[in-house]
């Protein structure tokens, strides 16, 4: 553990953590707990569903900073969930 203390909560923080899950979810990041990459794409929608309704939620209560970090964050999930699902749908069409 780090002597130094942990940031400061924010929503920007809260998003990357909801980004990290969803990129472990993904296969994209290896699950720290257990050292394994795995991919559930079920988990990862969700997650990503997660963080929009937090955007939904939080409109005119942001920061122009914080609405980037959160466009950004679901542009860049999204397109990942959708390469990942098409992965998905060849390794089922191969089998």
Excluded at 53 to 59: A, G, H, N, V
Excluded at 78 to 85: I, K, P, Q
């Amino acid at each position: 553990m780090s002597d130094s203390p942990p940031p400061n909560p924010s929503l920007a923080m809260l998003c990357y953590s909801l980004g990290t899950q969803a990129m472990i979810a993904l296969g994209l990041a290896s699950n720290p707990a257990t050292g394994e990459t795995t991919q559930d794409l079920t988990a990862a929608k969700y997650t990503i569903d997660l963080i929009e309704m937090l955007r939904e939620k939080t409109e005119g209560n942001r920061t122009d900073e914080e609405t980037k970090v959160i466009r950004a964050l679901l542009f860049d999930l999204r397109m990942r969930y959708v390469e990942a699902s098409k992965g998905k749908a060849a390794e089922t069409d191969a089998e």
